[in-house]
C-alpha cells in the first residue's frame, strides 16, 4: 500500500512562490514509478498539473503551467516536489499528489492513479 502525504501549501500574493512537497511510502517503485501533482479549484474538475517518472526522471507539466511550476525528486527521502512560482489566482486549489505504476502519455488523467494524498491548499491572493 502506497502512502502519500503532501504538504506546503499557503497563502501568497500574486506573483510569490510555493513549494509543494509530496513524501511517499510503504511502496516499490513498480506501484509508484509515476508520482503526479493534481489540483482542484472550487467548482471545477480536478486537472493533472505534472507529473515526474522516479525511475528515469521524465517529466510531464500541463500547458498552463509550462515555465512557472516545476516537478521534482529527492529518492533518498522518497519526495516529490512542485516548486510553484509566479502564482496567479487562477492557480488557487487543493493540490493532490498521485501515484501510479508509469506515468505515459495519459499521466494528466486522475482515473488511472489508485493512490491519492489527502491535498494541501494553495491559495493566491491578487
Known amino acids: 500500500q502506497v502512502q502519500l502525504v503532501e504538504s506546503g501549501g499557503g497563502s501568497v500574493q500574486a506573483g510569490g512562490s510555493l513549494r509543494l512537497s509530496c513524501a511517499h511510502s510503504?511502496?516499490?517503485?513498480?506501484?509508484?514509478?509515476?508520482v503526479a501533482w493534481f489540483r482542484q479549484a472550487p467548482v471545477k474538475e480536478r486537472e493533472g498539473v505534472a507529473a515526474i517518472s522516479r525511475e528515469g526522471g521524465s517529466t510531464y507539466y500541463a500547458d498552463a503551467v509550462k515555465g512557472r511550476f516545476t516537478i521534482s525528486q529527492d529518492n533518498a527521502k522518497n519526495t516529490v516536489y512542485l516548486q510553484l512560482n509566479a502564482l496567479q489566482p487562477e492557480d488557487t486549489a487543493m493540490y493532490y499528489c498521485?501515484?501510479?505504476?508509469?506515468?505515459?502519455?495519459?499521466?494528466?488523467?486522475?482515473?488511472?492513479?489508485?493512490?491519492w494524498g489527502q491535498g494541501t491548499r494553495v491559495t493566491v491572493s491578487s
Open positions: 498521485a501515484a501510479k505504476t508509469a506515468c505515459g502519455s495519459l499521466w494528466y488523467s486522475e482515473d488511472w492513479y489508485p493512490y
Open positions: 510503504g511502496n516499490t517503485y513498480r506501484s509508484s514509478n509515476c
